[in-house]
């Protein structure tokens, strides 16, 4: 199973398309590895720079329609190659977050009311989120503030990620 | 109680419910092109699994980049062409016989009523307006599709889009389609089928309905979805012919497929589009959408007709209509990627390519080409481009250029005058019918 804790990412945003994950032009390469210095490049938020934003960060969060666009997986894959195999979003474009599970990774859809939480308490400030996967707990922690958020996916999901995606799942039942 | 027609194509195909509405379902037919797939094929080479479920279900094209522009592209094709030879698949369409995959794949018949289709591409949804249940996927549901031939879905839930009135001359299914997403939002249709229905929809040709259903994604739309009938018939009826005892039989079989009338929707939206004028966007968002009219005189730097939405014969009809006897203004380049080698044939012997180089149109083979940025027609930083396709995201059609989508007749009319401006075949007719 994949590491699905680490320092956050806040991207205060709806609508996080694939083309801004990973940029099209880059999808000739034939190697996830290749991908890694080109994640978030087109991002279209003021004040981003994935050259510092991204440093050290292991998961995101987001807000709804994270991942729409087109089919690309190398925008999940991006995420992995950059040591962030995590994001919790409002919601997610169906391809990407089928993408995400199927790579063994985790995507987590939460209501906006805590996401607008996480963002007052935590966005701007240096974050970590300490994922229980089998407990279905998130804890949040930055200094001496600390939230904990429940979070819920289906069986399904779950097999996906310890069987450590879909080819391996399918692979041995059908 | 009835169900719709995406239901009806899951219970024929469902081969395991592993846990809640999540179904496996068969697949009939599994696409491949020369970006998403590598990969896929590299990872089976990788796990000692280099097969494929059923090398007459898996069709194969290069398009993204065709030819390839570089040692990278190259490569890309050379896997995808090799693992076509060795695994038999023999519809595998290399350069010269290539086209976009989403007009291709129709042309050539490979899709049929009830079908199950998946392919690595967000625009497979073009698919369902032949009554198809049809998914972008990724590379990974790619993977197991090419080896298994199954993918795994949620049981579709299913948005319904009554349409009805009669189309304004000059107004088409790009404008319908344009106006449907800005009403419901690139999140509207999100994680559900859009099922297209309604007279408008009915009297729509093929080409019409591939135009609406190719757009469901930027809604985040599973599949599109219409009605198999009488039209979807004409258009099949050469490859299906051997299959059927006759017409009325292939009908009745379609028919028996259509959404039963007290099937249950997610959602109904009803729209009338007898006054619909021509629409355009405007930002980097494919719902944020307007009446042409409120963009125009808005310069472009290039003006690009075809592609997977509007790259078909009757788009290229339509732009050559506006802009026969004309020449494209001397402040824009324009550029025509007809879809598929046939309907490059077709134009030719229409006189439509005589008609394109006239009005200094620069008419490539059939590629995806300046669509998705990557080659023969790539923005630079600044400019502005009018384009019939179907995603206006920042950068993708080159770092910091912006597109605006339209119909292919607002976009020869905006080459011919340099800016956004709407097509005379709408405003004759606005001048005629008072
Ligand atoms: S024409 Fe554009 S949208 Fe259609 S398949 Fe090609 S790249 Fe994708």
Redesign the interface.
Known sequence: MKNFSGNILFLDR??I?T??II???Y????T?EALAPYLLE?L?MEEFDPAVDLAGRQAIVTR??FG??????HA?WALEVNGINLVIAE?F????R??MY??GMLAVEMDRSVLDRLFSRFAGLTTTVETDFEGGIFTFTSGDQEEVVPFSI???DR?LIHAG???DY??R?? | MGKTIAEKIFDAHE??N???D?R?IRLDAVFCHE??T??AI??LVK?G?DRVFDPDKIKVVID??SPAK?S??A??GK?LREWARRNNIKDFFDIGRNGVCHALFPEKGFVRPGYTVI????H?CTHGAFGAFAA??????L??GI??G?C?FHYPKTIRIDIRGTLQPGVYAKDVILFVIGAIG??GA??RVVEFAGPTVEHMDMASRMTLCNMAIEA?G?SGICHPDETTLEYLWPFIKDDNADKAAALESFQSLASDPDASYDQVVEIDVSDLTPRTTRG??PDNVVPVEEMKGRGVDQVYIGSCTNGRIEDLRVAAAVLKGNTISEHVRAIVSPATPHIFQQALEEGLINIFMEAGFCVTNPTCGAC???SNGVLAEGEICAATTN?N????MG?GGMIHLMSPATAAATAIAGKITNSDLYSAAKTQSP
Not at chain 1, 68 to 73: A, D, I, P, V, Y
Request: glycine share 10%; aromatic share 6%.
């Open positions: 709806d609508d398309n083309d801004e940029p099209a032009k999808l000739t390469e034939n996830r087109d279209d709804s329609n729409c666009g087109s089919s690309r997986e999940p919601s474009a169906r391809i990407f089928q993408n199927n790579c289906s069986g399904f097999e995606g879909w080819v399918a692979d039942r059908y | 081969v395991d592993p846990s809640g999540i496996v970006i998403t590598p990969i590299n990872d796990r699994k993204h980049v570089d990278k592209t490569m890309q896997i392919m690595g591409d967000s497979t972008g996927v990724g590379s990974t549901d993977e197991v080896l298994k199954v795994a690139v999140n999100a994680g985040g599973t980097f968002k998705l940025g990557m995603r995201f920042n950068g993708r770092k």
